[in-house]
């Protein structure tokens, strides 16, 4: 069972920033994919950005130019840099991985983002 351990939301004011970060443990495999999904009040959940183990990456359109995605593998930690935030952006930001091999999927406890003046 894969443990994930968010850190780093909280309250900011528009144009300012925030460092989310999420460690996994207690896989038997090595982690695959390392992403962030976001969702605000009344939507659906949505991918805000992920990475692959080799570093490459995607995406949400909302998020590029703004945020950025990376991850120590040593440590199994996904960090995610926002800058410019926008109230818009508010939201719980939920941390996901996909183990290699088994592809079995796990989600972090969630992290609120609140953007707001």
């Known amino acids: 069972q894969v443990q994930l351990v968010e850190s780093g939301g909280g309250l900011v004011q528009p144009g300012g920033s925030l460092r989310l970060s999420c460690a996994a443990s207690g896989s038997a495999f090595s982690i695959n994919v390392m992403g962030w999904y976001r969702q605000a009040p009344g939507k659906e959940r949505e991918l805000v950005a992920a990475i692959t183990r080799g570093g490459s990456t995607n995406y949400a359109d909302s998020a590029k130019a703004r945020f950025t995605i990376s991850r120590d593998n040593a440590k199994d930690t996904v960090y995610l840099q926002m800058n410019n935030l926008k109230p818009e952006d508010t939201a719980v930001y939920y941390c996901?991985?996909?183990?290699?091999?088994?592809?079995?999927?796990?989600w972090g406890q969630g992290t609120q983002v609140t953007v707001s003046s």
């Open positions: 996901h991985v996909v183990v290699r091999f088994t592809n079995n999927n796990y």
